[in-house]
């Protein structure tokens, strides 16, 4: 799959929130998501008119259409990425959990502020500072960890089905060996039953060896697979 394809997958998978993702999902769609937030935001404040008096605007609107059609997928890609990570979902709504507490405590450090408590103020403000700008890093470094097994309670990993799907007829079928042998029935079917296993174990290793050489999967997993996959000739 190649970015773009890995960007509008979470839109697909809308209302999913069962299986797993892989980082390339989950990042090319906040990818996508963010620079297209950031352009709308751009074009609202370039078209913004100060003399004007009127409190409605179309871009506006398109705007919150677009938070809120993201909302969901943005919940469901991150749920399937702790998947992949062998964590339930339920981590996130820790993480939502926190970023409430954060904002509560600085609501309540502005109120002691208000009553002349300046000292818990700041410790109020250090405290809500360091839970909203922790939670961020501690979901950032989780979510680019590797998947944690190629196969967990969640379902196989996702890169590793797309790579061991069969490939093309043509590939898998090689016609001259076929023909030549086709006049002895006895010998032609166990030879070319073992061509086509030779193919589809070759072209699983050729796509093994890309997935490698892309980065998605570590040199640990990439061994593994591999002998696995030599194992079958």
């Known amino acids: 799959m190649n970015p773009f394809e890995f960007s509008i997958l979470p839109f697909k998978r809308y209302f999913d929130f069962s299986g797993r993702s ?15 937030g950031f352009l709308l935001q751009m074009i609202s404040v370039a078209t913004f008119n100060p003399w004007s008096y009127s409190s409605f605007r179309f871009i506006d609107l398109i705007i919150l259409i677009w938070t809120l059609f993201t909302i969901i997928p943005q919940i469901s890609v991150q749920v399937r990425r702790l998947h992949d990570l062998n964590r339930t979902g339920l981590w996130l709504l820790l993480f939502y959990g926190l970023y409430v507490l954060g904002i509560i405590i600085i609501m309540f450090g502005v109120f ?29 470094v989780w979510y680019c960890f590797p998947p944690v097994d190629p196969e967990n309670r969640f379902g196989p990993n996702p890169l590793l089905m797309s790579a061991s799907s069969p490939s093309s007829p043509a590939s898998a079928t ?60």
């Open 22 to 36: 892989s980082r390339s999902e989950l990042w090319w769609f906040f990818l996508l998501t963010t620079l297209s």
């Open 112 to 140: 002691l502020a208000e009553m002349g408590e300046f000292g818990g103020f700041g410790l109020m403000l250090i405290l809500s500072l360091v839970i909203l700008i922790g939670v961020p890093i501690w979901q950032i």
């Open 174 to 233: 090689p016609q001259p060996k076929a023909t030549r042998v086709s006049q002895n029935p006895v010998l032609s079917a166990p030879l070319a039953s073992e061509t086509t296993s030779s193919a589809s174990v070759n072209d699983r290793l050729r796509d093994l060896n890309k997935m490698y050489e892309d980065g998605l999967i570590d040199e640990k997993e990439f061994k593994s697979k591999k002998k696995k996959l030599l194992d079958e000739l």
